[in-house]
């Protein structure tokens, strides 16, 4: 529960919440000041998994920068791949074939439900102490690990997505074990739902924690399931559509405050419970839309040089806009490229929210904004 | 609106020396020059337009562009060099939920010694640590932030690593900052050892 | 059973796990049988970085489960024989790695799981990124991948047992 207001009888503490900690959103250090156990201001102290990967887009290639999106955000590599090859293909002009885009979709749908059970409510449950639903979600991610690996041979950071289309086709038996899963993961998905977010300990902590109005969400720069959450109905795969999203059906869930207030916690748990859901009805109508010509990649120029200019181009990752700022001279390497994404703001944004709060819900409300060291710092 | 749109109102509003508009060959998206003086109030313009309602700031993007020579020929063959000025440019790039929109704005600071750029963090506070950290990476100073300190890099690292012509340290603070090749290792190895191998020879 | 003779199996289990042991009394030395208890239960740190901490999660975790070996993971390095160290190091971080190093207690042991705390890996090319975990701690055992599967992890880990069972504790001068 929030305190609104905060008593100044006694001295005040300097706390450290240390870059190593138990928790799996990465490296992040939070310096705080509290009175007791309530806090009065928060710094995060970032910069521990600067990894300089704008300036190796300086350095390398289009073509060989594709692992390194990758890392940017390691439980969504293939939006962030997508994200890349995007930003090339808009200021190259470079069509890429219907077969491919299909293929994308799939692989992005199926990446957002992973990145939701690990990070979304996985950590959230194991933040909050909860041990065993973050088990049940590696579970279910584990059956999709093994299905990603059969099309492109990693578990993790995935290096799928190519300039132009995608590396391999679809093996033979993929549409098969992927509905399969789906059919397995809808029940599993609402039992996840009974054990964790019907569970009463785990509604008190979250209802009414760090609530972030519509207005102070826009001005912060939140994007995402953290907007959505705030009552701001915009998902860029239905207001700035790209690849097939404008032929697919999906509704996007917005934060209703079911449990009081509209954009607290969890809403945040809610949204992402519910993307989920929609992700599964969009690779259900996907499968059927893929198109018998086999043309999975464009034919590009032995060395890919766009044309010299700016461009802003993004995609609905999983937390968010991830977008690519990118800058080109002509030349075959990028002359500058600054990517966007959406823990970058929330973590800017945990300054605001979080006066007030206690110690343990501060810990809540890093979990619900499903922030990650890499997305923070590059 | 489009984007051309959004750059026209602002011509409108602001003048055509102030406001210009760019789209170099080929590429989609336009981009607005807007004089660094006429910063704050265009940012305040597009923000509190009610058909503008640009309030979200998606992203802020410092590059660095280095003097260099271009070669040309002129009219009569005579091929002569052109020498451009280094400079820098932030880029802005703003987008409204309600209306939909999105918009590039940018400022070309002339000269990359002192950059100076005036902040916009009194309109949108979302602009803090996109701010911090191209003053971090580039050396971009913005006028009117109230804490500009160093966001991403140790407190006490040298110079800023995104500049072009950026040298590393050899070491921080007794690391060293380079790592011999294990190639590079067991050449090394090799010539020892054939080195060894020709002394023996000789002295046999 | 009392007078039962123990060179029959009391339940039926396969040959080779069976060691008949004569009278209930086991010989070894001390040090072979401290390391024995050390190596079957290895608390690791929890340092996971970047990318490899996601499966250094996984390995933990329901498939490959390294709670088998009796490594659990703990939060504090007080508590903790190893430290996995999972992910990017940078030069930020790398003055917190020794503190973190210093606070274990000994005997300790260091794993460097993947390609970025081996050498630096993909990330060679960085300013921020400090070249391997061994330019500040001691490694016993590289683990190479980006990211090693949970497969590979396991036999670092298991490579490690073999590190601490040939380690003579008693005798073993420690660094003063």
């Known amino acids: 529960m929030s305190v609104a207001s905060v008593s100044s009888s006694g001295e005040e503490m300097l706390l450290n919440m240390g870059p190593q900690h138990p928790s799996t959103h990465g490296v992040l250090r939070f310096i705080l000041r509290t009175d007791g156990e309530v806090i009065s201001a928060v710094e995060p102290d970032i910069g521990f998994l600067h990894r300089s990967i704008e300036k190796i887009a300086e350095i390398v290639t289009f073509e060989q920068f594709m692992p390194y999106t990758d890392r940017v955000d390691y439980l969504a590599a293939m939006n962030a791949n997508h994200a890349w090859a995007r930003a090339v293909e808009e200021i190259a002009h470079i069509e890429v074939p219907r077969r491919a885009q299909v293929i994308r979709v799939i692989t992005d749908e199926l990446n957002r439900i992973i990145s939701h059970l690990l990070g979304g409510v996985g950590a959230l449950a194991m933040d909050l102490g909860a041990v065993t639903p973050f088990l049940h979600a590696i579970r279910e991610r584990e059956t999709v690990n093994d299905i990603i690996e059969s099309l492109c041979g990693a578990r993790l950071t995935y290096n799928y997505v190519r300039i132009g289309g995608v590396w391999y086709d679809l093996p033979r038996n993929f549409a098969d074990r992927t509905l399969e899963f789906l059919d397995h993961f809808e029940p599993a998905l609402d039992e996840f739902d009974r054990l964790a977010g019907q569970n009463k300990i785990f509604k008190e902590r979250l209802a009414g924690v760090g609530v972030v109005s519509a207005k102070d969400a826009i001005a912060h720069g939140l994007v995402g399931p953290n907007l959505r959450a705030s009552g701001v109905k915009y998902d860029l795969r239905r207001n700035m559509p790209y690849s097939i999203y404008p032929e697919l059906e999906f509704d996007i869930p917005v934060g209703q405050g079911i449990l009081g207030t509209v954009g607290d916690c969890y809403d945040r748990y809610w949204v992402r419970i519910q993307e989920m859901r929609e992700s599964v009805k969009i690779l259900r109508q996907a499968f059927k839309m893929l198109p018998d010509d086999k043309t999975i990649k464009a034919k590009l120029p032995s060395v890919l040089k766009p044309p010299a200019g700016e461009i802003y181009v993004a995609v609905e990752a999983p937390r968010g806009e991830m977008g690519w700022y990118l800058v080109t001279n002509g030349g075959p390497k990028a002359h500058r490229g600054r990517v966007r994404t959406g823990s970058y703001a929330a973590m800017s944004a945990i300054r605001f929210i979080s006066r007030g709060l206690m110690i343990a819900d501060l810990v809540a409300c890093i979990a619900a904004f499903d922030t990650i060291a890499p997305e923070v710092d590059r | 609106m489009t984007s051309d749109e959004i750059i026209a109102r602002l011509t409108q509003k602001f003048g055509a020396e102030k406001i210009q508009r760019v789209k170099p060959e080929g590429v989609p998206q336009p981009v607005a020059i807007v004089a660094a003086d006429t910063l704050r109030a265009a940012v305040k313009y597009l923000q509190e337009d009610p058909e503008l309602d640009c309030g979200y700031l998606a992203t802020i993007c410092a590059s660095d562009f280095l003097p260099e020579e271009k070669k040309t020929k002129s009219a009569d063959g005579q091929e002569k060099i052109e020498k451009i000025p280094g400079r820098m440019e932030v880029a802005y790039h703003f987008g409204s939920y309600a209306k939909n929109h999105r918009v590039n704005l940018k400022v070309v600071i002339p000269s990359r010694e002192n950059p100076t750029v005036p902040s916009i963090y009194s309109l949108n506070p979302a602009a803090d640590w996109f701010e911090r950290e191209q003053f971090d990476l580039l050396g971009i100073q913005f006028d009117g932030h109230p804490d500009l300190r160093r966001l991403l890099m140790p407190e006490d690292w040298q110079g800023y690593p995104m500049r072009k012509d950026y040298q590393q340290a050899p070491e921080w603070r007794g690391i060293p900052t380079s790592r011999e090749n294990s190639h590079d290792l067991f050449l090394k190895r090799l010539a020892a050892e054939e080195a060894e191998e020709a002394a023996e020879e000789k002295l046999s | ?176």
């Open chain 3, 1 to 176: 059973m009392a007078g039962q003779s123990l060179s029959k199996p009391p339940i039926h289990v396969d040959a080779s796990y069976y060691s008949p042991i004569d009278g209930g009394i086991v010989l070894a030395n001390v040090d072979e049988f401290l390391a024995w208890t050390r190596a079957n239960s290895l608390w690791y740190m929890l340092f996971g970085l970047a990318c490899c901490a996601i499966e250094l999660m996984q390995t933990g975790g329901p498939r490959a489960d390294l709670d088998r070996f009796g490594a659990v993971f703990r939060a504090s390095p007080r508590q903790s024989d190893m430290i996995i160290v999972a992910g990017t190091l940078t030069y930020k971080m790398a003055t917190r790695v020794k503190i973190l190093y210093d606070q274990m207690p000994e005997p300790k042991y260091v794993i460097s799981m993947g390609s970025c705390s081996n050498c630096g890996g993909l990330f060679d090319l960085g300013y921020s990124v400090c070249k391997g975990v061994d330019k500040i701690i001691p490694v016993d055992v590289y683990v190479p991948g980006c990211p090693p599967r949970p497969e590979a992890l396991t036999e670092g880990v298991i490579k490690l047992q073999e590190i601490v069972k040939r380690d003579r504790y008693l005798r073993r001068k420690v660094a003063a």
